[in-house]
């Protein structure tokens, strides 16, 4: 079987690798990008089975490049993943199909994805 890909959409370095060091040590295959005209760009090729998006990122916003995602491949699973909880209440975000608040435990993150790619 082969690994499920995860697309990893962050402007922190820190994030960017903290994440691809746990999901690589969970099994998946991890690509990151710092920013969300750079993953777009790579999308179609990239195929991923499932995206972490930030939603505060320089240039184009988390949310722009969810619906962006979204019009490309309706069924990829996004999660938002936020420093900022009140983004939920913005109506752009209920497109997306999870939403995590950014903390040092990755639990919720980790629980979350493996719950969206078993469906």
């Not at 993953?39 to 991923?48: I, Q, T």
């Not at 619906?67 to 975000?93: C, L, N, Q, R, W």
């Not at 997306?96 to 950014?102: F, L, N, R, S």
């Amino acid at each position: 079987m082969s690994k499920k890909k995860i697309m990893i959409i962050d402007d922190e370095d820190a994030i960017r690798l903290l994440y691809r060091e746990e999901f690589e040590d969970e099994g998946y295959e991890v690509a990151v990008y710092e920013n969300g005209q750079a993953a777009l760009d790579s999308f179609e090729k990239e195929k991923p089975d499932l995206v972490v998006l930030d939603i505060a990122m320089p240039g184009m916003s988390g949310l722009e490049v969810l619906g962006k995602i979204k019009e490309i491949s309706p069924s990829t699973p996004v999660i938002m993943s936020t420093a900022y909880s009140h983004y939920k209440e913005d109506f752009y975000t209920w497109a997306a199909d999870a939403y995590i608040v950014k903390s040092p435990d990755l639990t919720q993150l980790k629980e979350k994805v493996k719950e969206l790619l078993s469906r």
